[in-house]
């Protein structure tokens, strides 16, 4: 892994602005200090009002996780769909206007410390922080599969960053595969059902005997809740990356609690998932604490 670097406070010039799937938009921005030191599942909280622009709110930074970084060119890349007022004021983004990051922030992703298979899961949006760690996974010569899922075709985003990746990539400690599966809520593409299914069937044919596979999920919370119980089932470890608004970023405001499996009168406190995570071990956090 790259060599980690402190957060820090950059504006950043929009590179480019794309609306790749229906309603998803993949933002490129100039920002080498974050580029050279983000880690798979660390994300970047931005001010979505440009410098000179002249809305006030929303106050709030957005929080995005860093799907792509080119550490050598300096750039990085964010995934979102326009839902509220400031994702929508995203959209209206050029190359030229600048925006303000922070970041790199968080926990995230770590890579399997022994030899065996490592299964990527992306429901919707989750497939924000999966590229970069693909490319983590890479460099390291880790074989990998990917997991997929979205509402409906025109909402799927992320089979062709990994498509480019399929069939056998030679490195220099042996090769590595990389494996791509579909779904989609109303079978317009791949598997007809959720992304969970594939999993679940894919665990299921892991031969008795053989190391566990290694998870690594992202993804709205009923998706990762079915994914830890998956997991739990099959005795296989996994990681997730929790989406949830974060305030501030770096555990000041408090605004990110979430509560931890064995409850916080024994653990002392609620964890934040912006400095404990957003990443965390599957069996750590409690899933209902996110239904209030």
Same mark, same amino acid.
């Given at each position: 892994?790259?060599?980690?670097?402190?957060?820090?406070i950059y504006d950043c010039p929009v590179l480019s602005n794309t609306e790749v799937a229906r309603g998803i938009f993949l933002m490129r921005l100039h920002a080498p200090e974050i580029a050279a030191g983000?880690?798979?599942?660390?994300?970047?909280?931005?001010?979505?009002?440009?410098?000179?622009?002249?809305?006030?709110?929303?106050?709030?930074?957005?929080?995005?996780?860093?799907?792509?970084?080119?550490?050598?060119?300096? *750039?990085?890349?964010?995934? *979102?769909?326009?839902?509220? +007022?400031?994702?929508?004021?995203?959209?209206?983004?050029?190359?030229?206007?600048?925006?303000?990051?922070?970041?790199?922030?968080?926990?995230?992703?770590?890579?399997?410390?022994?030899?065996?298979?490592?299964?990527?899961?992306?429901? &919707?949006?989750?497939?924000?922080?999966?590229?970069?760690?693909?490319?983590?996974?890479?460099?390291?010569?880790?074989?990998?599969?990917?997991?997929?899922?979205?509402?409906?075709?025109?909402?799927? *985003?992320?089979?062709?960053?990994?498509?480019?990746?399929? &069939?056998?990539i030679h490195l220099a400690d042996g090769r590595a595969k990389t494996h791509l599966a579909i779904a989609t809520d109303d079978g317009s593409a791949g598997h007809h059902g959720f992304v969970t299914e594939?999993?679940?069937?894919?665990?299921?044919?892991?031969?008795?005997?053989?190391?566990?596979?290694?998870?690594?999920?992202?993804?709205?919370?009923?998706?990762?809740?079915?994914?830890?119980?998956?997991?739990?089932?099959?005795?296989?470890?996994?990681?997730?990356?929790?989406?949830?608004?974060?305030?501030? &970023?770096?555990?000041?405001?408090?605004?990110?609690?979430?509560?931890?499996?064995?409850?916080?009168?024994?653990?002392?406190?609620?964890?934040?998932?912006?400095?404990?995570? +957003?990443?965390?071990?599957?069996?750590?956090?409690?899933?209902?604490?996110?239904?209030?």
């Amino acid at each position: 892994m790259a060599e980690k670097f402190s957060k820090g406070i950059y504006d950043c010039p929009v590179l480019s602005n794309t609306e790749v799937a229906r309603g998803i938009f993949l933002m490129r921005l100039h920002a080498p200090e974050i580029a050279a030191g983000v880690q798979p599942g660390q994300f970047v909280n931005v001010t979505v009002n440009a410098n000179g622009s002249d809305h006030i709110f929303p106050l709030l930074r957005r929080p995005f996780s860093v799907c792509q970084a080119h550490r050598e060119a300096g *750039w990085i890349s964010i995934l *979102w769909k326009a839902i509220g +007022p400031g994702t929508r004021l995203l959209t209206r983004r050029r190359p030229g206007n600048v925006l303000n990051l922070i970041g790199p922030l968080g926990k995230g992703y770590q890579l399997p410390q022994e030899k065996r298979e490592v299964f990527l899961v992306g429901g &919707g949006l989750g497939v924000a922080p999966l590229p970069l760690l693909a490319e983590a996974f890479h460099a390291h010569g880790i074989s990998f599969e990917v997991m997929l899922g979205a509402r409906t075709a025109a909402e799927l *985003w992320g089979h062709q960053e990994f498509q480019p990746r399929s &069939g056998k990539i030679h490195l220099a400690d042996g090769r590595a595969k990389t494996h791509l599966a579909i779904a989609t809520d109303d079978g317009s593409a791949g598997h007809h059902g959720f992304v969970t299914e594939i999993l679940a069937a894919r665990l299921r044919k892991n031969p008795s005997g053989k190391s566990p596979a290694q998870i690594y999920a992202c993804g709205p919370m009923p998706m990762l809740q079915r994914v830890a119980a998956i997991c739990r089932e099959a005795q296989a470890p996994a990681q997730i990356a929790v989406e949830t608004m974060m305030g501030c &970023g770096f555990g000041i405001c408090m605004g990110c609690p979430v509560a931890p499996a064995r409850g916080v009168a024994e653990f002392g406190r609620y964890l934040l998932a912006c400095v404990d995570g +957003p990443v965390f071990h599957a069996d750590e956090i409690c899933y209902e604490s996110f239904a209030h």
